[in-house]
C-alpha cells in the first residue's frame, strides 16, 4: 500500500511536526519523515524543530483522483463523498488505502506535489491541474479525498471548516456532535433519495420522449368499461304510434321573413299620431295649432340680408337651455325642418325608419311631440311649402313623396314609384307647384303636383351614377344644380330630356362622393359643397361658365362613418355669405363659416349637447338653430 503524504505546515504559535499517515495505527499516527524521492529537500535544524514542537499542526492530504472520475464529475456531492469516507465516521476506523501500482505515473505526480507543497514557504497548496491532466486510472474506491479548484482557491478563505474536513479526512475523531449529526443527516437524506429511484426513472421517461419522438406519439382510446345507459324515450319523441308504426314527417316550415322596412299602402295616409298616450283632443288641438300659424303671408317672410357685425352679434346671443333639448324620433335623423311662423316655433324631423316627429316648443303640455309615420324608409328630404306651410312635403327611400295635409288631417301621396329609390328633392316654382325629384340611381324626375296621379312629367338621365342632392337657383328658378358621386352640374330644367342631357355648367375640384350643394338663399351666386374629401368648397356661379373653378376651400372632417348621417352644409337663409355645417370636434358643436373660410361662430353647449348634429336647419326670418343628431334628438339655439 502507498501511503498519503502530509504536509506540516507551521502557524505562529503551533506545534509543528512533518507526519506520514500510514495505516499502521488505528488512527494514522504523525510520525516524523522525510521523503526518499526528495532527497535534497531542506527541513532546518534541530534547534527550529525544538522551538516548533508546541505549534499546531496543519494537514494537507493530497490524494490520486481518477481523470474518468474527474471528467464525470467536477466536483463530487456529499452522497459519493459519504460513500468513499462512511468507513471514517468512527473514531477507531482506518483511513481509506490506495493501491499502489509500480510505475504508476499519477502516484510519482502526488510525490511531487507532496514535495512542493512541504517546500512552500506559507504552506499554500500547488496548483493541481498537473493531476487534472493525467492519463493514469485510480479506481475511485481507492480515493480519500478529492481535491479541485474551488477547495484549492478556497483554502484560505474558509479555514474553519477546511480544518474539520482535514481532520475528519485524516480519520481523526475530533468531530464534534454537530458535525457527527449532520453526517448522518446527509447519509439518511441521501439514502432518501436513493429509495425514489428519480435518477431510473427521469431515464425511462427520457427513453420514452426519444422513442415518441422518433416514431410519433400515438393516443389509445381509453376502453369503455361500462356500456353507456340507454335514455329512455317516449313514442311521441320517437314519433311512433302507439301500435308501433311510425308517424309521418312533419315539413318543416319556413320561418317568417321580417322587412325591415315593410311597404306601406299606396294612397292617402290618415294623420294619426303613433304616440299610444296622445288623445284625439290633444292631437286635434295640436293640428288647430299648426293651421292658425300657418296663415301668414309669403312677402312677409321675404329675405334680407343685415351687417357682418350685426349677424356675428346676434349669433353670439343663441343659446341652448334645457327645455330646447327633446327625443323627436326614434331612430336617427335624416332630415330637419323649420315651420316659418314667427308666432310660434315649430320644427320637424324624419329618421331612418320613416317617422316623421313635430316638436311645438311652445306646448303647454309636458310633451309637444307628436310622431306620424308616413313613410316605411328613412325620411332624407323635408320642406315646410314657403307658398302655403300648412303643407309639409317630405321624401323617402321608399320611393315616395307625401305632403301632409293639416285642413284635412291626410298623407297624400304626391309620387310614387315601385323602381327607383328617392333622395332629394325642391320646388321649382314659387307657388311649390312643380317638384325636381333626385333619385339614388342618378336620374332626375319632374313632378307636378296639379297633375292627378302619382307619376312624373318626366324622368331624365343626367349622365350621373347617383344623385345625392338637387337645389334650385332662388332667382332663375330654371336652373337646378345636382350634387352626385364625383360630379357636381348645373343643368336647365327647360331643355331636359329622356336621354342625352349635357350640363350647362360644371363645379371641378372633388376627388370622392359629394353629399351636398345648395345655392345661397337670396341671390344664388354662391354655391357650397360637402365633399367625403374632408373639404368644404365655395364656388362663385354669378355668371355660369361651362367650368367654374373652386372659390375657397375649407378643410373640415367630414368622416362621420358608418352610424352617422353625413353632414350637409347649409346656407343661412338670412345671410348670403354664411353657411351652417356640423363638426366632429369636441366639446360637440354646430360651426357657422363665412364664404372666405372663416369660421364666424360655435355653437356648443358642454351639458346639453353631447353628439354630432349632423342634420341642421336655420329660421328663415328668427335667430333659431336646429340641430338633429343620429339618436333621433333635436337641439333647438335660440336667442
Not at 343643368?491 to 370622392?512: C, V
Not at 353625413?566 to 364664404?595: L, Y
Request: proline share 7%; aromatic share 8%.
Amino acid at each position: 500500500m502507498e501511503p498519503t503524504w502530509s504536509r506540516v505546515l507551521p502557524h505562529p504559535g503551533a506545534r509543528s511536526d512533518l507526519s506520514r499517515s500510514g495505516s499502521a495505527g488505528p488512527r494514522g499516527a504523525n510520525e516524523e519523515h522525510t521523503p526518499k524521492e526528495n532527497p535534497s529537500m531542506n527541513y532546518g535544524s534541530e534547534k527550529a524543530e525544538r522551538r516548533a514542537v508546541f505549534r499546531k499542526q496543519v494537514k494537507v492530504l493530497l490524494t490520486p483522483l481518477s481523470m474518468e472520475e474527474e471528467k464525470r464529475n467536477k466536483r463530487l456531492p456529499q452522497k459519493r463523498l459519504l460513500e468513499k469516507f462512511s468507513s471514517n465516521e468512527g473514531p477507531s476506523e482506518r483511513e481509506p488505502k490506495v493501491k499502489k501500482s509500480r510505475g504508476d505515473p499519477t502516484s510519482q505526480q502526488i510525490r511531487d506535489v507532496s514535495y512542493k507543497a512541504s517546500s512552500s514557504p506559507r504552506g499554500v497548496i500547488p496548483n493541481m491541474s498537473s493531476l487534472h491532466n493525467t492519463t493514469s486510472m485510480v479506481s475511485p474506491t481507492n480515493t480519500s479525498v478529492t481535491v479541485d479548484h474551488d477547495s484549492e482557491n478556497n483554502w484560505d478563505t474558509d479555514s474553519e471548516g477546511s480544518n474539520s474536513d482535514v481532520s475528519y479526512l485524516d480519520g481523526s475523531s475530533q468531530l464534534s456532535a454537530y458535525e457527527r449529526k449532520r453526517l448522518k443527516n446527509i447519509t439518511e437524506n441521501a439514502n432518501f433519495f436513493a429509495s425514489l429511484k428519480l435518477l431510473e426513472s427521469a431515464a425511462r421517461l427520457r427513453k420514452m420522449a426519444t422513442k415518441g419522438q422518433s416514431h410519433g406519439i400515438k393516443r389509445v382510446k381509453p376502453k369503455k368499461t361500462e356500456a353507456e345507459t340507454v335514455r329512455r324515450r317516449s313514442m311521441r319523441l320517437q314519433r311512433v304510434d302507439p301500435s308501433g308504426v311510425p308517424l309521418p314527417e312533419i315539413p318543416a316550415q319556413p320561418e317568417p321573413v321580417i322587412d325591415e322596412y315593410p311597404q306601406l299602402p299606396p294612397g292617402p295616409l290618415p294623420m294619426v299620431p303613433a304616440n299610444p298616450s296622445k288623445s284625439t283632443e290633444s292631437t286635434d288641438a295640436f293640428l288647430e295649432t299648426w293651421t292658425k300659424i300657418s296663415q301668414i303671408n309669403p312677402n312677409d317672410t321675404e329675405k334680407y340680408m343685415c351687417n357682418l357685425e350685426r349677424y356675428k352679434a346676434s349669433l353670439s346671443h343663441m343659446i341652448l337651455s334645457e327645455d330646447a333639448v327633446t327625443k323627436v324620433v326614434k331612430n336617427r335623423i335624416y332630415s330637419v325642418a323649420i315651420h316659418p311662423s314667427e308666432s310660434r316655433t315649430l320644427v320637424a324631423a324624419g329618421d331612418k325608419s320613416g317617422q316623421i316627429g313635430l316638436w311645438d316648443l311652445n306646448s303647454k303640455s309636458e310633451d309637444g311631440v307628436y310622431v306620424f309615420i308616413p313613410h316605411s324608409q328613412p325620411v332624407s328630404c323635408m320642406y315646410f311649402s314657403p307658398f302655403n306651410p300648412v303643407h309639409l312635403l317630405s321624401l323617402s327611400h321608399d320611393g315616395t313623396v307625401r305632403c301632409g295635409d293639416v285642413t284635412r288631417a291626410v298623407f297624400e301621396e304626391v309620387y310614387r314609384s315601385e323602381e327607383n329609390s328617392f333622395s332629394s328633392f325642391d320646388f321649382l316654382a314659387d307657388n311649390a307647384s312643380t317638384l325636381v325629384v333626385g333619385q339614388w340611381d342618378g336620374d332626375v324626375a319632374i313632378v307636378d303636383r296639379r297633375t292627378p296621379g302619382t307619376s312624373s312629367e318626366l324622368t331624365a338621365n343626367i349622365n350621373s351614377k347617383t344623385t345625392r342632392t338637387v337645389h334650385v337657383h332662388p332667382v332663375n328658378r330654371q336652373y337646378f344644380i345636382a350634387a352626385g358621386a364625383v360630379n357636381v352640374c348645373i343643368f336647365d330644367a327647360r331643355y331636359l330630356k329622356p336621354n342625352g342631357n349635357k350640363p350647362i355648367s360644371f363645379l371641378s375640384g372633388h376627388t370622392q362622393s359629394v353629399a351636398s350643394a345648395y345655392f345661397s338663399p337670396i341671390t344664388g351666386n354662391r354655391v357650397v359643397t360637402t365633399c367625403a374629401d374632408d373639404t368644404l368648397r365655395v364656388y362663385d356661379t354669378s355668371s355660369l361658365s361651362s367650368m367654374i373653378p373652386v372659390l375657397t376651400a375649407v378643410r373640415h372632417n367630414n368622416n362621420t362613418g358608418r352610424w352617422l348621417t353625413r353632414f350637409r352644409a347649409i346656407w343661412d337663409p338670412k345671410q348670403e355669405d354664411c353657411f351652417v355645417v356640423g363638426s366632429m370636434a369636441r366639446p360637440r358643436q354646430i360651426e357657422i363659416f363665412q364664404d372666405t373660410g372663416e369660421q364666424l361662430h360655435s355653437f356648443y353647449n358642454v351639458d346639453y349637447l353631447g353628439s354630432v348634429c349632423s342634420i341642421n336647419a336655420v329660421h328663415p326670418t328668427k335667430n333659431i338653430l336646429v340641430g338633429g343628431n343620429s339618436s333621433g334628438r333635436l337641439h333647438v339655439f335660440k336667442d
